[in-house]
């Protein structure tokens, strides 16, 4: 198996009569503390972090402290280098939820000046503003589709519609056409509200087309990061000037403005389904205000550095990600209000741990850095994540990859893998040589209505232009049946996010060691190969994200 591993993980072309001595091979010793990663390790991290006595790793609690002071501590007796600020392991992150205020109104005049008075909570919900405690908005209204701009796949509800100064309403979706991984980015809050706001626009008002249905209940609030300026960092729900509203309009409210306009709504959305971008003034107008209430935390992401040993490439960096943190106590099940995230996601920061402990066995480092990135607040809306992308504590344009592990979900044995997000760029060849070496075989996503490539922190490093993966079982079975998601189908109800998802759970560690194998040996490949990790030519995401990037190398 060792000349395997060297032909599959070379950097450049294979030659002739080449040896374990070149630069690009791979060493015995690699390979050596591959095979030392014990599932007992393993399952003594998840022990630890899904313990009662750290109350489901809540951020700004006691408990995320100890998960902290634990990930250091490992660090530590690994050798691994802070690389965080100040030289420290930490980043600070500080997170803010806001709360809707009292009293929101929103007053609808039609074009024949016919007023009506919304309801809050009945026809209307608003997002609390993260930045402002008070905001007014007076404007028209606008329908402008799905509320998506990508002209580069043929789509464009914006196109020939002048929304400056208005509020759009828009419909939850994207069109048939768009893969899955696209139609989860164009639907993504962010991505809405930032198209609007490029187009001048000052609400968004994201309609239901279920009369029946109720507008969400937002009292519990909303998460963002706030930068040492005391502005918004990020946040999935943040909207920017010019934007000032962003909320829900009730099915009901809908129908009405779209009957007033003797507009099809029924026709509308099936355009849409296709791919025929529908708008239309809908010749009314919102006067609307509300308040905001925050609350401020304080939390971190962990950050440990392995120096790259190539002296031009060791100040580039592969990022391994994990989130750190969990959602805490919360409502009884079975008697049980500790939500301990023993999967979701103990798991991957044991996976993390497990690939510092390869590393501190080697003899020489890799060419590139690598950061082993333990993340806060994914369960608030991937912030950590975003924080770090945005402002990572290495230069941005430094980092040529991440490779996250959120909740591999170690029920059964790893047969095959399901590389999220690594076709869309030059990583599925690293993700190719590490999968075959394994004897693991590559799939496609069994679930793509879960939307998983958004979900999880992966997207974050995406959204700034970064390369970036996240392994996920595949469906192949010992028994021939390959029917794994069917078996996780079951599981998941019973597991996530509750608090039955204790180390007591179901669990298998040696697919667990096969995880940590197969994300290390990918992120080392990245790590030794002299080319630098590059997004597919005409890509969706390279054209969106990464152009962006290009231009600030």
């Known amino acids: 198996m060792k000349n395997t591993l060297i032909l599959l993980l070379l950097g450049g072309t294979l030659a002739a009569g080449c040896t374990a001595s070149q630069p690009n091979s791979i060493s015995d010793k690699v390979e050596s503390s591959l095979e030392k990663v014990e599932p007992g390790d393993i399952k003594a991290h998840i022990a630890y972090l899904a313990d009662d006595k750290l109350k489901g790793r809540l951020p700004g609690t006691e408990g995320y402290q100890m998960a902290v002071d634990y990930v250091i501590d490992q660090y530590k007796a690994m050798g691994i280098a802070p690389g965080g600020e100040n030289g420290t392991y930490l980043q600070l992150v500080r997170l803010r939820k806001a709360f809707p205020g009292q009293g929101a109104t929103m007053l609808l005049t039609t074009g024949t000046s016919q007023q009506k008075q919304l309801t809050q909570g009945t026809d209307f919900a608003v997002y609390p503003n993260l930045e402002k405690k008070q905001v007014s908005v007076e404007a028209p209204l606008v329908f402008a589709g799905y509320g998506i701009s990508a002209p580069e796949l043929g789509f464009d509800d914006y196109a020939g519609l002048d929304v400056k100064g208005k509020i759009v309403v828009i419909l939850r979706g994207a069109p048939e056409s768009f893969p899955s991984t696209v139609a989860s980015s164009s639907m993504d809050a962010q991505s809405i509200l930032n198209t609007a706001a490029e187009h001048g626009a000052v609400g968004v008002l994201v309609a239901q087309t279920d009369p029946k249905a109720n507008v969400p209940n937002l009292q519990r609030g909303v998460n963002g990061v706030m930068g040492p300026d005391g502005k918004v960092a990020v946040s999935r729900t943040h909207f920017s000037d010019p934007v000032k509203l962003y909320g829900v309009l009730s099915g009901s409210e809908l129908q009405n403005l779209f009957q007033a306009n003797k507009l099809d709504l029924a026709g509308t ?285």
Do not use: C
């Not at 440990?304 to 409502?331: C, F, Q, W």
């Open 269 to 553: 959305i099936t355009s849409l389904q296709k791919g025929k971008p529908v708008s239309a003034d809908l010749n009314a107008v919102v006067d609307a205000s509300y308040t905001s209430t925050y609350e401020d935390i304080e939390s971190y992401n962990v950050i440990g550095k392995i120096p790259g040993a190539d002296p031009e490439l060791k100040d580039e960096y592969v990022v391994h990600s994990a989130h750190l943190d969990h959602v805490g106590i919360g409502r009884p099940v079975d008697g049980d209000s500790i939500y301990n995230g023993a999967h979701d996601n103990a798991s991957g920061v044991a996976s993390l741990l497990e690939i510092g402990k390869i590393y501190s066995r080697l003899n020489k480092n890799p060419k590139r850095s690598v950061l082993l990135v333990m993340l806060t607040a994914e369960e608030m809306g991937l912030l950590g994540s975003a924080y770090f992308a945005k402002n990572p504590t290495v230069p941005k344009e430094s980092i040529v990859a991440d490779i996250n592990t959120d909740m591999p979900t170690i029920i059964a044995p790893l047969l095959a893998v399901v590389p999220l997000g690594a076709p869309h760029s030059s990583l599925m060849t690293q993700v190719r040589e590490a999968a075959d070496y394994l004897d693991l075989e590559i799939e496609e996503d069994p679930e793509p209505e879960q939307n998983r490539f958004v979900r999880s922190d992966q997207y974050s490093f995406v959204a700034q232009g970064i390369p970036a993966l996240h392994i996920k079982y595949g469906n192949k079975t010992a028994d021939g049946k390959n029917n794994l998601s069917e078996t996780v189908q079951e599981w998941r109800p019973k597991y996530y996010h509750k608090p039955q998802d204790d180390i007591n759970g179901v669990f298998d560690f040696e697919a667990g060691k096969k995880y940590v194998q197969l994300n290390f040996l990918i992120g080392y490949k990245v790590a030794q190969n002299t080319e630098r990790p590059t997004w597919n030519e005409g890509d969706y995401f390279g054209e969106r994200f990464g152009k962006a990037e290009s231009s600030a190398r």
